[in-house]
Structure formats: structure tokens, C-alpha cells
């Protein structure tokens, strides 16, 4: 891959993998009965994928279902619990844990205690649709993770509305040490996907706008039958040293 880079322009680009779909590159994270999700709760993916690019270096990835894997977690603002090698860690493959967060995120007053004693932290709330994504490699990993969100298009002609892919974010990272989580604030506008002035009682509970009255509209970026199912599809390729720090 040196000799390549180096008597070639831009030969370093050759080796960048693209964003695939396949089930070997990621997995599909499916939020389904989207209005009657509660505030500030998350849903939650996991699933692993090979390490590296190069076909001598990994073998095939071992992803759990969407079905299977995705769990309801309570109220809160956490991220996944930290990380912890287990017997069925491998040098080629990694597990990655996916936290959605749609409706806000809630970190929750608590006490921190530090040498000089004790102190109080208040509660926050952020007005964002979050994204989080853990690594659990043992060693450091560099990858360019791509997420992708599905809309439904306005109906034409008398047909229904096509789902596609309306938005996809980009961006490289190296996992590792203490830095093993990666956000996406702002996946989506939080007033498009939840409603005009959506407000949160103290329970996290409520969901209305100024009228009083429960908001009727809805997201193009919920699809399905019922436009109460939200999609996102999570792409992590490993990229190998020669690669460039950024991508234009």
C-alpha cells in the first residue's frame, strides 16, 4: 500500500472503503411505535464487524439481529456501561454498541465525589436527537462511520410515499483508551422528527404543543405503514494507517 501511495497521485485514496451496506459493514437500528416512545428513553443496537478491510484479515462478522439485540433501556442520559473484554473478544472483529436517543437526552442530578469532598452535579437536558456509538476493542481502532437515515418522499400521482435514504452524516475516528465513544448531536432536527414546541413536564412524561393540544403532525423521517417507525442504518469501515486523516 506504500509503494502504491507513493507512485500514484492520491494513491492513498484508493485504499479509503466505501460506506457498504451490507450486513458485514453494519447493521439496520428499526424504532418501531415511534409516538409512543417516552421521552428521553433510548434504543439500543449491537452488533460487531471485522477490524479491517483486507479479506486475509478477517473472516465473516458476527452480527445480531436488530430484533434480538435491540432493547428498551429506562430514563436517563447515560451511554452504554464501560467497556469489558470478554473470552469471545478477537483481534478481528469488534463489537459496537448503538445508543438512539429521539426523543432528548436527560442526565439526571447526581453527586460527584472528588478528593475535596463531595459535589452536587444538576440535571441537564439536552433538545437533540443523539446518536452514540461505543466501542468494545481491546486495542485502538480508526474507522469512518457513516449514518444513515431513512425518510418517507411526499406521495405523487396517487401513490404512497417511497422510503429512501434523505440523510447520511459522516465522520472518522480512532476509538481507544478512554475515548471509546463517539456522538452524533443533531442527527436530525429535534422539532422536525418530535413536533413544533414540544414540551417535557418534570416527569418527562408529556408531550404537547402551545395549543394544548397533542401534535398531529408527521415526520417525513418516519416511515411504514402507520408513519410511526424511525430507521437508521449504522456503516463503520476500518481504515487502515495509510488512509488520510479527513475525507473531502
Known amino acids: 500500500m506504500e509503494e502504491v501511495a507513493r507512485l500514484y497521485p492520491h494513491?492513498?485514496?484508493?485504499?479509503i472503503p466505501r460506506l457498504y451496506t451490507s450486513d458485514k459493514w453494519g447493521a439496520l437500528l428499526v424504532v418501531e411505535h415511534f409516538s409512543l416512545?417516552?421521552?428521553?428513553h433510548s434504543r439500543t443496537l449491537v452488533f460487531?464487524?471485522?477490524t479491517s478491510c483486507a479479506e486475509h484479515a478477517c473472516s465473516s462478522s458476527h452480527h445480531h439481529s436488530p430484533g434480538?439485540?435491540?432493547?428498551?433501556?429506562?430514563?436517563?442520559?447515560?451511554?452504554a456501561g464501560p467497556y469489558s473484554a470478554t473470552a469471545s473478544s478477537s483481534d478481528r472483529h469488534c463489537e459496537w454498541v448503538v445508543d438512539l436517543y429521539p426523543k432528548g437526552v436527560w442526565f439526571q442530578r447526581c453527586q460527584l465525589i472528588v478528593w475535596q469532598g463531595t459535589v452536587e452535579v444538576p440535571e441537564a437536558v439536552l433538545r437533540t436527537v443523539r446518536l452514540s456509538l461505543t466501542c468494545r476493542?481491546?486495542?485502538?481502532?480508526?474507522?469512518?462511520v457513516g449514518v444513515l437515515v431513512w425518510a418517507t418522499s411526499p406521495?405523487?400521482?396517487?401513490?404512497?410515499?417511497?422510503?429512501?435514504?434523505?440523510?447520511?452524516?459522516?465522520?472518522?475516528?480512532?476509538?481507544?483508551?478512554?475515548?471509546?465513544v463517539l456522538n452524533f448531536d443533531e442527527l436530525l432536527s429535534f422539532d422536525e422528527l418530535n413536533g413544533p414546541?414540544?414540551?417535557?413536564?418534570?416527569?418527562?412524561?408529556?408531550?404537547?404543543?402551545?395549543?394544548?393540544?397533542?401534535?398531529?403532525?408527521?415526520s417525513s423521517y418516519l416511515v411504514?405503514?402507520?408513519?410511526?417507525?424511525?430507521?437508521?442504518?449504522?456503516v463503520i469501515a476500518p481504515l487502515s494507517e495509510i488512509c488520510p486523516p479527513f475525507i473531502q
Not at 11 to 15: A, N, T, V
Request: glycine share 16%; charged share 20%; with cysteine.
Open 11 to 15: 494513491g492513498e485514496l484508493l485504499f
Open 48 to 50: 460487531s464487524g471485522p
Open 197 to 218: 414546541e414540544v414540551i417535557m413536564n418534570d416527569n418527562g412524561n408529556l408531550r404537547c404543543c402551545s395549543s394544548s393540544t397533542m401534535y398531529q403532525g408527521s
Open 37 to 40: 416512545l417516552p421521552a428521553y
Open 155 to 180: 406521495p405523487a400521482g396517487g401513490n404512497g410515499g417511497v422510503e429512501h435514504i434523505a440523510r447520511v452524516l459522516r465522520k472518522i475516528h480512532r476509538f481507544g483508551g478512554e475515548d471509546r
Open 68 to 79: 434480538s439485540s435491540r432493547h428498551h433501556l429506562g430514563n436517563g442520559g447515560s451511554n
Open 137 to 144: 476493542h481491546p486495542w485502538p481502532v480508526r474507522v469512518q
Open 224 to 234: 411504514g405503514k402507520e408513519r410511526d417507525t424511525l430507521k437508521v442504518h449504522i
